[in-house]
């Protein structure tokens, strides 16, 4: 896959506040990347420059190679935003939304008609087409604001937390909206707080905070990078006599946490001892109720690099 846009070293400060600290990335053609961060991490701050919107400190971004303050019309036509704040005419209709926006890129005409209904469609909104923004539900006007922002068809949509305080209805629309639009061929930069929205997205994800970039990778990467270990939990029906020591003596085995009849049993991934710990178990006359494993999660990644959860 081509790289559709290169960062190197983007700095920004705010009086002496040094908020985002020199970061790179590159995101490839047709990949949802995900920007993942704490409050306050910088994530909108990096988005708002490479819309454009606000002038670095420091650093360079090339869009398909070329320094994006050199081509900035051209730049400005090929994104599509969608900020934090929706950003709508509360007293204009749905469609009308969508005519200003849309226009405001240089449709005009029939390929404007053409890219509303397109837009409307998208959005799911086209019974409620005419009636006025300030009637629409929080999910209706996320919708109609990401339509607006992809009605000219941009190379790149860049979305800042498009589905913050929303109904789960809206924001499962949304997601697969997102979907669709990269099987169109659209690249997509996304940040988000919600873990579950990078599961089902992301082609690759950065995760940032403080105003550095901690860690980059697809999802599985990610995982990999931190989590070595592997977590059983057995249940068995009545725990008898074996102790620690025993499963201690099982290779691999790191931790062992004995709670009543569950017990817990961290072991070193890629040594596949299941099977000599259910040895052990049934040789002692203990009966398996239930046996799960715990996969790493990309939330005990995120706790591990920030030592903080997603949400303060
Ligand atoms: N215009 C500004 N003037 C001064 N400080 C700012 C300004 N904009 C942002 N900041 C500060 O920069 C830091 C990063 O803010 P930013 O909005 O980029 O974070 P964020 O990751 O988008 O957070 P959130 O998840 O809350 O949207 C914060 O400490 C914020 O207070
Ligand atoms: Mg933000």
């Known amino acids: 896959m081509d790289t559709i846009m290169t960062v190197n070293h983007l700095k920004k400060n705010f009086k002496e506040a040094s908020v985002l600290k020199g970061i790179s990335f590159y995101i490839r053609q047709g990949e949802v990347l995900c920007i993942l961060g704490p409050n306050g991490a910088g994530k909108s701050t990096t988005i708002n420059i490479l819309t454009a919107a606000l002038r670095s400190d420091g650093g360079e971004i090339l869009f398909k190679g070329t320094k994006i303050s050199k081509i900035l019309r051209s730049y400005k036509q090929s994104i599509g935003i969608v900020p934090q704040d929706i950003s709508l005419y509360e007293?204009?209709?749905?469609?009308?939304?969508?005519?200003?926006?849309?226009?405001?890129?240089?449709?005009?005409?029939?390929?404007?008609?053409?890219?509303?209904?397109?837009?409307?469609?998208?959005?799911?909104?086209?019974?409620?087409?005419?009636?006025?923004?300030?009637?629409?539900?929080?999910?209706?006007?996320?919708?109609?604001?990401?339509?607006?922002?992809?009605?000219?068809?941009?190379?790149?949509?860049?979305?800042d937390e498009p589905t913050v305080g929303i109904d789960p209805q809206s924001r499962n629309h949304i997601l697969s909206s997102i979907k669709k639009l990269q099987s169109q061929g659209m690249t997509v930069i996304y940040t988000t707080h919600y873990m579950e929205e990078v599961e089902a997205i992301s082609s690759r994800i950065i995760i940032m905070d403080h105003g550095s970039i901690l860690a980059e990778g697809t999802k599985e990467s990610l995982k990999e990078e931190i989590e070595n270990e592997k977590k059983y939990i057995i249940e068995v029906e009545e725990h008898g006599g074996i102790g620690h020591d025993e499963f201690f003596a099982v290779e691999g085995v790191r931790s062992v946490k004995i709670d009543g009849n569950v017990i817990e049993i961290t072991s070193l991934k890629g040594i596949e001892n299941l099977d000599r710990i259910i040895s052990l178990l049934s040789d002692h006359g203990e009966k398996i109720r239930n046996i799960t494993s715990e996969a790493a999660s990309l939330e005990m990644v995120f706790l591990k690099l920030t030592g903080r959860k997603l949400r303060d």
């Not at 009308?96 to 509303?116: H, I, P, T």
Request: charged content about 25%; overall charge positive; hydrophobic content about 40%.
């Open 91 to 159: 007293e204009l209709s749905a469609e009308q939304n969508l005519r200003f926006f849309a226009s405001l890129y240089g449709l005009y005409g029939n390929r404007l008609n053409k890219a509303v209904e397109e837009a409307l469609t998208f959005a799911g909104l086209n019974d409620r087409r005419r009636d006025k923004v300030k009637t629409f539900s929080g999910g209706m006007k996320r919708r109609l604001n990401i339509a607006c922002a992809i009605a000219h068809h941009p190379d790149l949509v860049i979305m």
